[in-house]
Nanobody, 116 residues
């Protein structure tokens, strides 16, 4: 069973940067797809970015060119570098693990607030 713990959220002004980290426990980290989701108040939880073992990445259009997802298999950690933050990026950000069938493990979430 994979357990995920996020960190790195906070309050930042528009145009600023934050780096989120997701520490994973369990021996299968290198074999799964990892992703970052976000959920704003009153909205559904949406995939923001994901990365597979080979390093291929996916980004939702609204964050392309601003966010970068990466993973360090040796440290069992996935990161989300967020630059050029906008108020629209304000949300709770969740790390998740995909087992090839579904997103089966979730972190507790970390709040990101971007002030204008």
């Amino acid at each position: 069973q994979v357990q995920l713990v996020e960190s790195g959220g906070g309050l930042v002004q528009a145009g600023g940067s934050l780096r989120l980290s997701c520490a994973a426990s369990g021996s299968i980290f290198s074999a799964i797809r990892m992703g970052w989701f976000r959920q704003a108040p009153g909205k559904q939880r949406d995939l923001v970015a994901s990365i597979i073992q080979g390093g291929n990445t996916y980004y939702v259009d609204s964050v392309k060119g601003r966010f970068t997802i990466s993973r360090d298999n040796a440290k069992n950690t996935v990161y989300l570098q967020m630059n050029g933050l906008k108020p629209m990026d304000t949300a709770v950000y969740y790390c998740a693990a995909h087992n090839g069938i579904t997103w089966h493990a979730w972190g507790q979430g970390t709040q990101v607030t971007v002030s204008s």
